[in-house]
Nanobody
């Protein structure tokens, strides 16, 4: 059983930055998702187990960066230029699918508990 633990959420003003962290044992392709109140969970970013490949949702491309440090079993989501519409609970997830990066939440096998990100205007 893979345990994922997120940290780094909080309250920030529009235009500010936050970095989320997710610790997870094992070499999995990892993803970040978010869910705002009253909305469906949506894909944010994903990274391959090696860290070589990444993919982003159009809404965050150019503002968010996903990375990982396998020596620390940690995946990061650096969020710059935050907007009020980025407000959501952010979840990290791990998938046993390693041959390609997937954006669909049902492809992920393990999930963290979520961390709240609130961006004030």
């Amino acid at each position: 059983q893979v345990q994922l633990v997120e940290s780094g959420g909080g309250l920030v003003q529009a235009g500010g930055s936050l970095r989320l962290s997710c610790t997870a044992s094992g070499r999995y392709n990892m993803g970040w998702f978010r869910q705002a109140p009253g909305k469906e969970r949506e894909f944010v970013a994903a990274i391959s187990w090696s860290g070589i490949s990444t993919t982003y949702a159009d809404s965050v491309k150019g503002r968010f960066t996903i990375s990982r440090d396998n020596a620390k079993n940690t995946v990061y989501l650096q969020m710059n230029g935050l907007k009020p519409e980025d407000t959501a609970v952010y979840y990290c997830a791990a998938t046993q699918t390693r041959t390609y990066l997937t954006r669909t939440d049902y492809s992920y096998n393990y999930w963290g508990q979520g961390t709240q990100v609130t961006v004030s205007s």
